[in-house]
């Protein structure tokens, strides 16, 4: 009998975390679990509502009021040190409903077209550290490449699961973990990890998802990373992105950077055979307080780039407001224009606007498939474009000191053949959000 080790993200991310452990330095903490304790609360306000310029479609309207309470206790002294983390975060519907609700700010509603009133959810994680290791088990909120709870919306999104870091080595940072259910941005309660693109059969479930990491930021003007990510039965994931600035002088500096993705079916394969690489470029120049952007995107596979659902892991320069440019066979180009006010005397207001347009292939799209059903007979040509306009302010000083209202109005226009991938992708988008971060202690 031949046997076989397989080497998973989570085994990879724990042996690359007990060499630096063996050989670090004492870093035992001495905060205390009490005296490194913190409370934060965070006030959202959201506001969004997309039109759709469909006339036989109803339009997506609701505002919402988020509250998002963190407590981080410290570490009890020791070698090894323990901490407990607890968040609890409650929504509350201010307008929506009677056939406008469905925007993702707040739980669709049972069938009737109205939201529930409110939604609620609390979590906790259990942590260890020891030397410049840290454990924690629980609810987690995580931020990298192949898996990253969704932001963008009225509350946050977390996982359950457990995660390894370590950062015995100046500039590098070390981590993997395994989690298995997730808390969407817009419900009460966990439910398995799915996809956002991919449709499931409905007895299919991946049971978990393991991923492992390392980013560098050690070497002047350069940060890297490399991940992987298995979602059971269905991807493994893998991601590498290079990102450098060129300093000319004072006023002006130059960003190359690019991005990329290998998405591979495994296992059972529940979403059907993927083989699909993605890949983005940029090129950014600073002047002062003004940037310009030119970015380039291609997708190289017969299935969509696909990502945790409702999450951000999606690191690619043209996932816009509105639209991912992510189809299968889509090749994509966006410019972009930054400039902050700082520079008129405004600290604190910040803009930014961008044209971004695609072009997919959809005859060359997986057939016979219900799981990325997106060939189209006439989508030879499947063209779209998408417009952001982004305006944000941070109170500087004062009793509003850290409140920001962001401002972001998208739209998006998308031809017959585009139809398989949003059959109402003519829209005209607007959201408003208030954040009020309170620091308590």
């Known amino acids: 009998m031949k046997n076989s080790l397989t080497f998973t993200p989570l085994f990879l991310a724990i042996a690359a975390t007990i060499a630096p452990l063996a050989h670090a330095a004492d870093t035992t903490p001495h905060d205390g679990f009490v005296e490194g304790s913190h409370l934060t609360i965070n006030t959202r ?12 479609t109803d339009d997506s309207k ?40 469905g925007s993702s700010i707040l739980p669709y509603g049972s069938g009737n077209g109205k939201a529930p009133g409110s939604f609620s959810t609390a979590g906790g994680t259990l942590k260890l550290r020891a030397f410049d290791t840290e454990l924690k088990a629980g609810d987690l909120f995580l931020t990298n490449p192949v898996i990253a709870g969704g932001e963008t919306r009225m509350l946050p999104q977390t996982f359950r699961g457990v995660s390894l870091t370590n950062t015995s080595i100046d500039g590098l940072l070390l981590e993997g973990g395994q989690v298995s259910f997730t808390h969407p941005y817009n419900q009460s309660g966990h439910r398995r990890i799915d996809t956002y693109y991919g ?10 998802l393991n991923w492992a990491g390392a980013s560098w930021s050690g070497t002047e003007n350069i940060t890297t990373n490399l991940y992987a990510a298995e979602l059971k ?3 493994n994931q893998y991601y590498a992105d290079f990102d450098y600035t060129y300093v000319v002088n004072d006023l002006v500096s130059l960003n190359p950077g690019v991005h990329f993705y290998h998405t591979q079916d495994t296992g059972q394969a529940l979403l059907g055979k993927i083989d699909n690489n993605t890949y983005s470029v940029h090129f950014t120049v600073n002047a002062g307080y003004h940037s310009v952007t030119a970015a380039y995107q291609r997708v190289n596979g017969n299935t969509p780039f696909d990502y945790i659902n409702l999450g951000d892991s999606v690191y690619l320069d043209n996932s816009r407001m509105y639209s991912d440019f992510n189809a299968p066979n889509e090749r994509s180009w966006k410019l972009q224009y930054d400039y902050d006010f700082a520079g008129v005397g405004v600290p604190g207001l910040t803009t930014s606007l961008s044209y971004s347009r695609g072009e997919a292939d959809l005859t060359k799209a997986t057939q016979d498939t219900s799981h990325y059903d997106y060939y189209r007979e006439d989508g030879k040509n499947a063209m779209h474009w998408e417009r952001d306009l982004d305006v944000k302010y941070v109170f500087q000083e004062g009793d509003l000191k850290d409140l920001s209202v962001l401002v972001r109005y998208a739209t998006h226009r998308g031809s017959q053949g585009y139809a398989s991938i949003d059959s109402n992708s003519d829209n005209d988008e607007v959201r408003v959000i208030v954040d009020y971060p309170l620091n308590v202690f």
């Open 62 to 101: 609701e505002w919402g009021q988020g509250f998002i309470g963190t407590f981080e206790s410290g570490y009890t002294q020791g070698t090894v040190g323990f901490g407990l983390d607890v968040n609890a975060m409650l929504g509350l519907k201010l307008d929506g409903g009677g056939g406008t609700d």
């Open 45 to 56: 306000n959201y506001y969004m509502n997309r039109d759709r310029r469909d006339i036989h």
């Open 233 to 235: 039965d269905i991807w």
């Open 199 to 208: 449709s499931l059969d409905e007895h299919d479930k991946s049971k978990h």
